[in-house]
DNA sequence: CTATAAACGAGACGGTACGTCGCGTCTTGTC
DNA sequence: GACAAGACGCGACGTACCGTCTCGTTTATAG
């Protein structure tokens, strides 16, 4: 065992928080890059050593900071138990709006832009936000939508994964693009567009 | 005047060239992010103060590098001229299929992943890959769309810019986030769904 | 008493012994400076706290492992009773030969080469070391001496301390700044050159 | 060429100079092992690395640095031009007097007992003391005691290295054991007892 | 057809952060 | 309560690049 993984049993929960913590305050407050690992050590009270005994990288620190925060935010991430009030659309914008609220957030848009820009460079880290973040979604999304589409709310036909990433592909396009500031009419635009022709006729 | 911007007249074009070469080269050999400047400047057989007198960083080389391939590829990287067959999805699918092909190439992949990454957190850089990059193609394909408008193939009250943000949103989805590959039957599905509802009946 | 001094009676003989056992051996296999005390912990099976609850650096466990040795060495580690044949000279050179040899040895030389650098910055380590060897050593040879001088082997007016200083330095010399190796001839002529004119004409 | 010696012509003598310079003080201040490389870019207002783009550690700058003080000491650091005033003790008293303050002084003995120090474990760091502080010293020594003999000063079957390692043996002995402070009067001491019997009868 | 000023290659510089190592302390069971 | 094990806060290590700053050396007009 010559990395001898640490013992998860004797972890210091304090300064676990404590680094999670400091990773949201220093990303909200310096921006995503300008965040050293030592600047979340010095913030947190820690030692450096203490981060890299159990995160990889800064952006694994920053993945489990963000998904700590989605967890505590309202509705779960958006990953948990999806609305069913009978209405796809209407159950979509919900979803919709919040992680919308999200992206635009002082707290989490900036830390999720960074998770991403370093994701591009790090397939682990890649691998672990899918798993982590977008895959649970994912799944949740897709069931809410196998029902709609046992309601006849969808066209028996309609490839639903594509569904899922038009609609989040253009919520993402202007987080990362920044061609134009996210706003809930957008939301409604695109449900509009692709929802016309996926109801059976 | 001590920093005295330098005259572009007598600027030494094959450094020029090498410079932008190299970093294609660089960045599809090993990566964005583990490209630096200095081995930008010594794969170029240039100096490190030729880079830094005629770009402001490292994105900005990789921005120029990038625009210079896809100026010499097919189709004037989507945002020349764009076909008019008189079928409007017809004229997408090939737009997007050339897009898709440039974004799954070992060049331009991964310099263009890691130049929204490093936009993220450079705002000048973010201006400068909307002003060069996206908002040529984006007034390109919203004039072709006002055409189809006006001959009937798409509803009168559709929003364009809306539509245009779901098809690219989610190539760029799956460009970025990695969930799976650029595909081109994914294309014909995306624009399958949103050209359902668009016709007017 | 927070700190409470620990309960000597109490303590684990065996891991006392493979402590300065493990000292002995690391340092002889990879040096003084390379040699740290979680090295010395892992390899007598030990906690480091076992280490410094019973020492108070590195260069203290390594004085006890070096006095271990002299005294299991023969002659105990010239300090204890040395040899009067009558000779002062011939046994001098008994004395030196023994030290030179444990001087030149693999397990001894490193070590006190290392332990006398240590004290260079270590006062309480420095003033351990002449209490525990130098001192005793001193003693016992100044001893022999004064015996000489009673006899006439040495002229009455002689300055013993400075003549121990001189044969001593003279091979604290070679150890230190290994200006030319250690070496039994040396040792011969030091003899002759110092008690040629010490001899009562 | 992998690691690229640096071209010394280019070399920033301001720089240079700081370096040593801090690494003085810190020592008289701190004590060898207390200062970190650090702190010598710190104080000297360099960056680290151009400290290790000119020396392979701080031994090498401690001994450099130490030198350099020598060099502009009274004596030339003892090692440049012996005199001759026809009696060799007296040549030797002065030399050695001379040496004596310096291991005293605040500057040059922490700094030199560090260096010895370091040396321990630290074999081309040793090479180069030698090479550099005392072969040079040794040799101007050496041909002082020649001439001595030549004259019949000394007796011509007297080993002359062997002289030379009893008598700086003792300084260095009470430089390293801190067994008693130098002192003058224990110069002469030895002088006397080494040379009573080294004259030709 | 110089000469002169600019852009150039090379790379040393003052810095910042990296990821690692070892320190000496603290914590958690086990014997 | 001493012990093995090892996580902790800390601080220095030696490295990699950053962006700036000299250095000569081309080089390409302007006199």
Redesign the interface.
């Given at each position: 065992m010559p990395p001898s993984v640490p013992d998860p049993a004797r972890r210091n929960e304090r300064s676990h928080r404590a680094i999670l913590e400091a990773t949201v305050e220093l990303v909200a407050e310096l921006?995503?890059?300008?965040v050293s690992v030592e600047a979340i050590a010095k913030r947190a009270g820690v030692g450096k050593q203490t981060i890299y005994r159990w995160w990889p990288s800064k952006g694994a620190v920053a993945l489990e900071a963000l998904d700590d925060r989605l967890r505590t935010a309202p509705g779960g991430g958006s990953s948990g138990s999806w609305p069913d009030t009978g209405d796809i659309v209407e159950d979509l914008r919900v979803q919709m709006y919040g992680v919308s609220e999200l992206f635009t957030s002082r707290e989490v848009g900036p830390l999720y832009?960074?998770l991403?820009?370093?994701?591009?460079?790090d397939p682990a880290l890649?691998r672990a936000?899918?798993d982590q973040l977008?895959e649970p979604a994912?799944v949740a999304c897709r069931a809410r939508l196998a029902l709609a589409k046992e309601r006849g709310e969808i066209r028996a036909d309609?490839?639903v994964q594509?569904?899922i990433?038009?609609?989040?592909?253009?919520?993402?396009?202007?987080l990362?693009?920044?061609?134009r500031p996210l706003d809930l009419a957008?939301i409604d635009?695109?449900l509009d567009?692709?929802?016309?022709?996926?109801r059976d006729a």
């Amino acid at each position: 065992m010559p990395p001898s993984v640490p013992d998860p049993a004797r972890r210091n929960e304090r300064s676990h928080r404590a680094i999670l913590e400091a990773t949201v305050e220093l990303v909200a407050e310096l921006g995503y890059e300008q965040v050293s690992v030592e600047a979340i050590a010095k913030r947190a009270g820690v030692g450096k050593q203490t981060i890299y005994r159990w995160w990889p990288s800064k952006g694994a620190v920053a993945l489990e900071a963000l998904d700590d925060r989605l967890r505590t935010a309202p509705g779960g991430g958006s990953s948990g138990s999806w609305p069913d009030t009978g209405d796809i659309v209407e159950d979509l914008r919900v979803q919709m709006y919040g992680v919308s609220e999200l992206f635009t957030s002082r707290e989490v848009g900036p830390l999720y832009q960074g998770l991403i820009a370093a994701a591009q460079c790090d397939p682990a880290l890649s691998r672990a936000h899918l798993d982590q973040l977008i895959e649970p979604a994912s799944v949740a999304c897709r069931a809410r939508l196998a029902l709609a589409k046992e309601r006849g709310e969808i066209r028996a036909d309609a490839d639903v994964q594509t569904l899922i990433d038009m609609l989040w592909g253009a919520l993402y396009y202007r987080l990362l693009l920044h061609t134009r500031p996210l706003d809930l009419a957008q939301i409604d635009l695109s449900l509009d567009i692709v929802f016309r022709g996926l109801r059976d006729a």
